[in-house]
């Protein structure tokens, strides 16, 4: 076999076995992709070695004067293709695994103020449209339960238990949490189930929740106007993104003294490092804060 057949039963492997999302499996195709491009065309597996990868690296940095986030990105692809060849047993060793990431610089992450969320900012809707009501669902399943899009897109009903106040979240990986949930969210996924009964879906216990008319999941790209549209109208004028609403349930649970690890736990992240980021954006606050106020400062 060549080496984009292994690379073809790769990303099978990673939509099929380990459920990653459309978006992240596109992703990762791109970056091995580029590689078999630099190898000038389709090459044995045996072009998949230590000196390749450095010269692929090489070429993003030098030729293509990628920046360090995106060369970490090509890199993390090639890696985890590694690993698979290994867990396959096709490969004895991963020849990525050697392969020093660039060093990225430190980013503060992007997140809204407690005020800023607050209840207030969200009028009450007179008559309100289905659009509207699933935007806010959503707005209460990101901000105030940590979730991807990705895991508000492929949400069942049967994960939510409104009794217990809790939701069952398939990850990454198709790792499973539990993350409780708001008292605002089951007011609107009441709301969300009678809008969908009155426009004609019935929703099951096994279905979607976020269901389209021709009986698929909306898009992601649906489900993040929603959330733009939702911080525009409140007056953002930031990033209105989801995952800056993630940020944001993050950052303020820590801020309200929550510990890391239980963080970390919620937000479903595999290595406290990812959660530390939130520590330095408190950190950074904290500084800003006695700048201001420290007459020695």
């Not at 992450?109 to 209840?119: C, I, N, R, T, Y």
């Not at 238990?161 to 949490?177: A, M, P, S, Y």
Request: charged letters at 25%; aromatic letters at 8%.
């Amino acid at each position: 076999m060549l080496l984009d057949e292994y690379i073809r039963n790769f990303l099978i492997y990673l939509q099929t076995q380990r459920r990653y999302s459309e978006r992240t499996i596109d992703t990762y195709r791109k970056s091995l992709e580029k590689y078999v491009a630099m190898l000038d065309g389709n090459r044995p597996l045996e072009d998949f070695s230590e000196i390749n990868i450095k010269n692929f690296v090489w070429d993003l940095k030098i030729k293509q004067k990628l920046a360090p986030t995106s060369i970490c990105e090509h890199l993390a692809a090639l890696k985890s293709f590694g690993k698979y060849l290994v867990r396959s047993k096709i490969m004895p060793k991963n020849p990525a695994e050697a392969v020093a990431m660039p060093k990225r610089p430190k980013r503060l992450v992007s997140f809204l103020g407690q005020k800023d969320l607050a209840e207030e900012k969200f009028p009450e809707l007179e008559n309100p449209t289905l659009p509207q009501i699933r935007a806010r669902l959503l707005l209460e399943l990101i901000y105030g339960s940590g979730l991807r899009i990705s895991e508000c897109q492929s949400l069942c009903w049967n994960q939510l238990q409104t009794k217990e106040r809790l939701v069952r979240v398939i990850g990454k990986g198709n790792k499973e949490r539990i993350v409780p949930i708001t008292d605002t969210l089951i007011s609107w996924l009441e709301q969300f189930r009678a809008a969908e009964i009155e426009a004609g879906h019935a929703p099951s216990n096994i279905s979607y929740v976020f269901l389209s008319e021709d009986g698929k999941p909306y898009t992601v790209r649906t489900l993040r106007n929603d959330i733009h549209d939702l911080l525009r109208s409140i007056g953002w004028e930031g990033k209105a993104s989801p995952h800056v609403l993630r940020h944001s349930f993050a950052t303020h649970l820590l801020e309200n003294g929550a510990a890391i690890m239980s963080v970390k736990e919620m937000l479903g992240h595999s290595n406290i490092s990812t959660t530390q980021i939130y520590t330095h954006v408190n950190a950074e606050r904290l500084r800003e804060a006695f700048k201001k106020t420290h007459p020695r400062a």
